[in-house]
Structure formats: C-alpha cells, structure tokens
C-alpha cells in the first residue's frame, strides 16, 4: 500500500528535487518561496541529498550559478518568485538562449509597488516569453509530478531547454495536501541522470555563450524557437510515460465538463479548483459551464485548446495579473489570437481575479457564468475589455 | 640579471592558450596580460568571462581564440558563474562521473564588471570562498562601448562621460580600492600585476593557482586606444604606471601585504600622464593634486606592507 502522507506543499517540492537527485542548487531566500530552499538546505546538510548547495547573494548570482553548474553538466535546481524572479530576469533569457536544462520552481506572487507578499501571476506572466518551458500546477500532487517530469523533459536531447514550475504562493505553496510520493527506485527508473551534449572539461575545450554577429543571431534565435515549440511532443510523451509509471494522468491542457457547457472557463493554477467546485454548483442548479485548464503554457498548446474549446458560445478568461495598458490580459490575448485565427465565432470575455493573494471563491465563478448568460457583463467589457473581480470603486 | 630573466622566461611553458586570431587593438595589454596568464594556469583551466572587450574580440560565432574550456553568460555575474561551475565539477567529481583532477575555474572581467555592474556578484563570491581566481583586467574605463567612465577611472582622466569642460576637470573622483576591498573579504590571495613586468605576473598566477579558495589578481591593462597613446607604447606606459606608484606592485597572502616591486625612487606622476590624451586637459594644478595623492598612498602602502 502507498504512503499518502499530508505534506506541505513547499516541502514536497523540495522533496521532488531530492527525487530528481538535483546535483546543485544555487538560491536566494524570497518568499513565498522559502520553504523549498529551507527544505533542501535541511536535505543536504543532513546528507540525504549529495549537492552543492550555494547561497547566493542574489536571484541574480542564483540563476547564474545555475548556468554555470549545467554547463559544467550537473544536474541544477533553484526556486524563486516575484522580485527575485525580475532580479534573474536577464539571466532567464540567457539560460534558454544557451539551451540549459535548468528546473526552476517559481512560487507565483505580484510584484511590487506596492509591495505585496501574496499571490498572483505578475511575476511568471512578465517572464512569459523568456524562452522557458512553463508547466502550471493545480495542486500539490502536481508540483511532485511535475517537477521529476521537468527534469525529464528539460534534459530531453530533442528539447534541451530551461523549464519552470509554477505553482501559487501561499494559496498552493504553504498548504497542507495529501502526497503520493514515489520512490526513489520508481524515479530513478523513470529518470536517467543528465547526459549532456557538450560540457566545460579541459579534456574537451568547447566555447558557449560566444556572441553571434547579424548573420548569425536570427539562426540561432529560430533554432531556439523551433525547440520550444517542438518541445511540446516531448512534454506529452513524458505526461504519458508519466502516467503509465505512476498512475497519475496529465495532459498539456486538462478540461473539465466541457461538454455541453454555455460558458468554458480558461485558466491557469490553482485557481482551477473553484472553479471546478463552481462548476459543480451550477450544474446543480441545472447551468453547464466547463473549465479548459493549461497545465502547459510555454510552448502554447494552440491546437489543444481549440479542440478543448470547438462549438462553445462563450469563453471567459480568467487570470491573475493587472494587464498594465494593454487591451487584455496576457492570457486573454493569447488565447483570443487562437480561437480567432481558427476563426471560430464566439463570445470572449476576460475577468481578471486574485490580485495580490485577494481571495478569490467559487461564488465569483457562478456570477461571472450568470452575468455571461444573462448578457448582464457585456456593457462592462465593450468599455474596458476586462473586468477586474471585487475592485473597489 | 639579465641572464635570470630570460632563464625564468625560458621555464615557463610554451603552449598557448589565448590563440591568434582574435580581433584585439594593436598593442592591447589586456590580451597580453591574459594570454601569458593563461600559460601558467595551464592546460586544466576553465574560463568564465564577463561581457566586455576581451569576450567581444575572442569569441564571434563560430570562432573562438580560447583553446580552454570557456564559457560567456553576462555583463555582471562572471564570478556567479565560476562559483556554479566550481559547484558543478566538484560535485561530478565526488560522485565519480568525471575524472578527479586538479580543474582550477578562472573568472575574468573588465574594470567597469569587477568594480560597478559585477561588484556584488564578485562579494557574494568572494565570502563564499569558492576556489576559484577572479580577474579583473583593468583598463580604467568601459572600453568596450566606447570610453565610458568607471569606478576604477582614475582622477582627471577624460572619458566619454566624464568629459573635461568649462566646469570639469575629467573623472571627479579617486580610483576604486578594488584589491583592498577584496582583501577585506579575507580572500586567502590578493595581488596587483601587470604585463609590463611578466615575471612578476606568473609569479603571482602560480600563488593563484594553487591557493585553497578564491584569489583575486587586479591586472593593470593599458589600453592604447581608451587612454590615446600609440599602439607601441602599452607596455612602456604599463612601466610607467608602475614607476611612478600610480600602479604599485603588491600582493596580499593571507592578510599580509608585500611590495613586490619597489620603484623607488617614484618617478613624477607627470612623466606618466604627459603622453596620454586622456589627460591631456590637466591643469599643473591638477598634476600636482595628483602627485600628492600618489605619493601618500605609496607611503601608506609601504607602512602597511611594514606593520602587516
């Protein structure tokens, strides 16, 4: 029988990391991310992980360091949020431009001013298009999951490409929930240690991070481009493989009631589970909504969520970060270029929820389904685009 | 004496590490000092490198100069990035997936990425005692982009952005203390050096080498075009640096300081700054405010080379 133990959600990631026998972590204490490198801090010092742990004095030096541990070919982990992940921002791109297979759990929270510890998806929303691979957690079963798949995927020779986890600060990363973890032989199996291609040993002199003239940047720009979008295959093979090794089943985009739903809710993290129980409130009262949920959303998994969507009238676009001028919000933009070029004709609308840790509770999806419905919303959005849920006027 | 020198030139190895082919300026001190550098670090070294003008003329894709392992990431976190990869071929190393062996990580970087924009970067890593060398090969001011100043541009040296005029008299402030700052850290190893005195360079990179934790060497690197002399006179003015205590020659073991070269007596400051157009614009005044200066940090140099 399997040991479901109740874990916080930050400890099991550090705890999946170990899994992974991560070889070296270089981090900086931010919150909500602290606890994952506490935890490893603890699993180290107490010799239960063999790696270099580096305490930084940056996110700027952590994602560094990190380059410099996966080109010298170890296996490299780290953690960050909000402003530390501004900090590497630079380093993001330099990290996926050099095609090293870093994992990086970032707990989501807004970024500052005015300051605010809570959560919400600023943070991984303004690194978006840094040229990771982007998983998105519901719940902590995933981050355990996801983060021995990132290693898998990411040190995949056909992809070899930084990868990120995301899961909610606080909302998901400092609850308590049951965990199934695997053991240590179960990964190992399903794991293989990283075999990079290149590496820095004086035995074999190789050069990285040359600088590239106008002739050549535009090649390797499109050469990274091709690997993330071709890296969805191998995100869907790891997901199947995945689930075959460990009986837990994921797919790029989950969808939930989708079927005879008036309104499908599109969102991203945690959020998802109140919406599913909204979901399951409504259809009570005799309403369909349905939820299309991207697990992955780096590289975008356009033809997935078209099929998730085909033949519904309405569409809400639910998301965690304030769109700062823009027509929409980040998600909303992208899923709209989607759905429109596929010229499927229907009704969008994006609401943009939980700013800052704001609660945000299953009520405001039965409201939002009903203002959709009714029509009651669409004056709201012809104004503004957007409807930010709760504000006060 | 003469005799001696060429006897320790001969000693020391022939095999080349920075290659022909790069795209340095004609008499550029900073390659030089690299290039011989690099012999005594030998063949078991990796290179970590800052942005900046020695990255920019070595490595144009797809070629490079660096017969070393060698690897660029950013402007500011060269040091970052030698502390990973040490973290890296260790761990490999104790886990038995590469060989052991002797590996030593070298970080290198300009003025403007030791002194200003890589400053924290090189902190951290330094109180961390990685055992690495970090680099700075200064050329007082950000070449690369065009003659900006930094914190390690000398008082009353023109650059683009400290530029002398009705008002100004070039760079308003004194030269960064970077080897002192380092050695504050408790760096186990700290040392001036220029390629203008080679011996006293390999000596100091053999020490680097082998110390246990990190060691930092602050390379003097005369740049003819930055600093507006001719190409042929780098390896005079690097002298002339020296001569005149505008460079002293010293190093720090273990929290104890050593001239390695007395000039004494010091040459006038003004035989240094007469031929470079970067100070072109000095008033005698200005000279003279500078001689002072110089003078009394020569002579706090030497009581702190006596009572340490």
Known sequence: MKAIKGVEVSIAASVAAKLAKVEVIAAYPITPQTHIVEHLADLVADGELDAVYINVESEHSAMSACCGSSAAGARTFTSTSAQGMELMHEILFIASGMRLPIVMASVNRALSAPLSIWGDHSDVMAARDTGWIMLFCENGQEVVDAIIMAFKIAEDKRVFLPLMVNLDGFSLSHVIEPIDFPSQEEVDAFLPPYDPIYTLHPDKPVTMGAYAMPELYTEAKYAQEMAIRNSKVVVKEVMEEYGKKFGRHYNIVETYNIDKADVIFVALGSVGENIKTAIDSLKDQGKEAGLVQLRLFRPFPAEEILAAVKGVKNIAVIERVMPAGAPNGPLFQEISTVVHMSGAEVSMTNYIVGLGGRDVLPEDFEDIYNDIVSGKNSELQDEKNFTVIGVRA | ?308
Request: proline share 6%.
């Open chain 2, 1 to 308: 004496m003469r005799l001696k020198s060429l006897q320790l030139y001969t000693d020391n190895p022939e095999e080349e590490f920075a290659v022909s082919g790069h795209r340095a300026c004609q008499g550029c001190a900073e390659i030089l000092a690299l290039r011989l550098a690099l012999k005594i670090f030998g063949k078991d070294t990796i290179l970590c490198m800052a942005t900046g003008c020695m990255e920019i003329i070595s490595t144009p894709l797809p070629t490079t100069s660096w017969k070393l392992p060698w690897i660029h990431v950013a402007f500011e976190n060269a040091a970052s990035v030698a502390a990973g990869v040490e973290a890296g071929v260790k761990i490999l190393m104790d886990k038995g997936k590469i060989a052991r062996k002797d590996i030593h990580v070298v970080a290198i970087a300009g003025d403007g990425g030791t002194s200003d924009i890589g400053f924290q970067a090189l902190s951290g890593a330094m109180e961390r005692g990685h055992k690495f060398t970090y680099i700075c090969v200064d050329n007082e001011a950000y070449m690369n982009t065009g003659i900006q100043r930094s914190s390690s541009t000398p008082y009353g040296a023109m650059t683009t952005t400290s530029p002398p005029g009705k008002k100004g008299i070039g760079q308003s402030t004194w030269k960064k203390n970077m080897p002192e700052i380092i050695a504050a850290h408790n760096v186990p190893y700290v040392a001036t050096a220029c390629p203008s005195y080679p011996f006293d360079l390999f000596a100091k990179v053999k020490k680097a080498r082998l110390t246990q934790g990190p060691s930092y060497l602050h390379i003097l690197s005369v740049c003819p075009t930055g600093w507006r002399i001719p190409s042929s006179e780098a390896v005079a003015y690097g002298r002339l640096a020296v001569r005149t205590g505008m460079f002293p020659l010293y190093e720090i073991e273990d929290g104890r300081w050593r001239v390695t070269y007395s000039p004494e007596p010091l040459r006038p400051v003004k035989d240094y700054l007469k031929g470079q157009g970067r100070y072109r614009h000095l008033s005698e005044e200005s000279v003279a405010i500078i001689q002072e200066r110089i003078t009394s940090e020569w002579e706090l140099l030497k009581y702190q080379c006596t009572i340490k």
